[in-house]
T-cell receptor
Framework: DSGVTQTPKHLITATGQRVTLRCSPRSGDLSVYWYQQSLDQGLQFLIQYYNGEERAKGNILERFSAQQFPDLHSELNLSSLELGDSALYFC???????????FGSGTRLTVV | GNSVTQMEGPVTLSEEAFLTINCTYTATGYPSLFWYVQYPGEGLQLLLKATKADDKGSNKGFEATYRKETTSFHLEKGSVQVSDSAVYFCALTAGINFGNEKLTFGTGTRLTIIP
């Protein structure tokens, strides 16, 4: 157990639907990062939150949004889902970036 | 911008062979460098890191040296085991001093060790 908890582990949904992925960071970590891993695009950075505030944005689609709550857990909302959104979504947390990230085990999203 | 270029895979080796996975980078300032490993069905795990030039990161028999002159961070292991079969990712961060904390990953190298 890495200390970063992601739920659900698997999600199957239809095109056009909306889903919410949840992440609880490791205790003491203030930063949460979201990444998308697909076969054709590798690991793509989506967004970072630090202590409740958005810190950096990557290749995140407008259909996607995220937030970090006062208890530091984070949610990634994916809407108007398309087949191409099928991927592994990872959350990671860190206390300081030079120490590296701790990753969760991911949520596998399948859009049918 | 920051980027990481990794050796193309997949790589297949026999048990006890010597392993090298090449990684070179382009970055602003003085990045920190990392190797992550992903076992089947799991998330990424930090394998080793180096935060300044000439630092050597090491863990579980793996080593990598931060070479600023060649902008490289090659991963090596002297004698691989079947249990080392996984996907290996090289990554960097420019750090908070450059307003860019996110990790930038290479494309990953799939390693298979055969008995």
């Amino acid at each position: 157990d890495s200390g970063v908890t992601q739920t659900p582990k698997h999600l199957i949904t239809a095109t056009g639907q909306r889903v919410t992925l949840r992440c609880s960071p490791r205790s003491g970590d203030l930063s949460v990062y979201w990444y998308q891993q697909s076969l054709d695009q590798g690991l793509q950075f989506l967004i970072q939150y630090y202590n409740g505030e958005e810190r950096a944005k990557g290749n995140i689609l407008e259909r996607f949004s995220a937030q970090q709550f006062p208890d530091l857990h984070s949610e990634l909302n994916l809407s108007s889902l398309e087949l191409g959104d099928s991927a592994l979504y990872f959350c990671a947390s860190s206390v300081a970036v030079n120490y590296g990230y701790t990753f969760g085990s991911g949520t596998r999203l399948t859009v049918v | 911008g920051n980027s990481v270029t990794q050796m193309e895979g997949p790589v297949t080796l026999s048990e006890e062979a010597f392993l090298t996975i090449n990684c070179t980078y382009t970055a602003t300032g003085y990045p920190s460098l990392f190797w992550y490993v992903q076992y089947p069905g799991e998330g990424l795990q930090l394998l080793l890191k180096a935060t300044k030039a000439d630092d050597k990161g090491s863990n579980k028999g793996f080593e990598a040296t931060y070479r600023k002159e060649t902008t490289s961070f090659h991963l090596e292991k002297g004698s691989v085991q079947v249990s080392d079969s996984a996907v290996y990712f090289c990554a960097l961060t420019a750090g908070i001093n450059f307003g860019n904390e996110k990790l930038t990953f290479g494309t990953g190298t799939r390693l298979t060790i055969i008995p």
